[in-house]
């Protein structure tokens, strides 16, 4: 049996590249590699913990659905799920909310970051999010959770209570591994020491931006003092970030493209960069489009997944509920 592997994005507005770069197209070349079962879901449950318009939640959802599928996630050989629909999923998170303590929730750096930026909506959902997630993960007898840096935290916290409840009720739940990505850290078009965000669109590449919106907003990034274009985050983040970018779309290495553009000056970069993305995301705007164009199948994808999802997690639902006694 191949490892178990499960992921999520949440439908909170358009991905940008990178959300692209740090999760999509790495959910795309770990279901290629043919390594793992892979269970790919919107994580919509997730996604109302911070201030959304209910009206634009559907449209959120079906549009992260044809990315998921534009990009290369074949319901064929992955699961691909709407979260809202397992209900196992909100199930599992309340039995687990009974064993994680106060001050390992206290501890997540996410919900102090998220709630430095929502002071408004400071909400019992953004506090117990991790404990979702551990849910999301533990269900599927999960071995390995592509994360970044900023996400080991909540993995810990599912391999903690995996443990918790594996001690006090018996073995029950496998604990999950990480699987470290590399990604670059995009940084904003107008701030390259912030990274990119939904909320500054105008700073945002966003994954379905037509060519010319890719390069009126490349011609607009900051840059450095200078017009040398050479690599150095202290010094020259502006470049440093077109550089990143560059590098992870194109393949090549940094020092190759410093060396290729040398005297040259940073309209004939941005023009180049502007190319390269377009070029890149050309078959990706095609298949999104047509599939936008009918969402039936987009629903009938996410229907049969989110049954096959559920399918499993209804059985090790009922494993808990055996365990702690509430199984009649």
């Known amino acids: ?61 079906l549009n992260l659905t044809a990315d998921f599928l534009a990009a290369g996630l074949d319901p064929k050989r992955s699961t691909i799920f709407l979260q809202s629909r397992v209900p196992a999923h909100s199930e599992l998170a309340w039995v687990l909310n009974t064993i994680a303590s106060m001050g390992e929730l206290e501890r997540m750096t996410q919900f102090k970051d998220k709630s430095e930026r929502q002071v408004e909506n400071i909400n019992a959902g953004l506090f117990d999010y991790p404990v ?15 994360v970044g ?11 903690t209570l995996a443990r918790k409840f594996n001690s006090i009720f018996g073995e029950t739940f496998t604990e999950p591994k990480d699987l470290l990505t590399k ?14 965000s939904k909320s500054q669109p105008e700073s945002c590449l966003f994954i379905d931006d037509s060519p010319e919106t890719i390069r009126e907003k490349l011609s607009r990034a900051t840059t450095d003092s ?21 590098a992870a779309i194109s393949g090549e290495e940094i020092n190759k493209i410093s060396n290729e553009f040398s005297g040259k000056n940073y309209s004939e970069f941005k023009n180049k960069l502007s190319d ?30 989110s049954k096959k999802a559920a399918f499993i997690a209804d059985k090790k639902m009922a494993e808990v509920k055996k365990k702690i006694g509430v199984a009649l």
Do not use: W
């Not at 997630?133 to 269900?139: C, G, K, N, S, T």
């Open 183 to 196: 990604t670059p850290r995009v940084m904003s078009l107008k701030n390259p020491n912030k990274k990119m």
């Open 1 to 61: 049996m191949k490892p178990i592997l499960v992921s999520g994005i949440q439908p909170s507005g358009k991905l940008h590249i990178g959300n692209y770069l740090g999760a999509l197209k790495n959910f795309v070349d770990l279901q290629n590699s043919d390594k793992y079962q892979c269970y790919f879901f919107i994580a919509d449950l997730h996604s109302i913990t911070e201030k959304f318009d209910p009206k634009e939640k559907k449209e959120q959802i």
């Open 132 to 146: 979702l997630m551990a849910a999301d993960i533990l269900l599927y007898d999960t071995n390995v959770v592509p």
């Open 276 to 305: 390269i993305i377009s070029d890149y995301f050309a078959g990706f705007r095609k298949k999104k489009k047509k599939l936008l164009a009918s969402d039936k199948r987009l629903k009938t994808i996410l229907s049969a997944g």
């Open 226 to 246: 200078g017009s040398e274009i050479r690599y150095n985050q202290e010094t020259k983040p502006g470049i440093s970030n077109l550089l990143d970018i560059y």
């Open 149 to 159: 840096d900023d996400q080991l935290q909540h993995l810990e916290l599912a391999r």
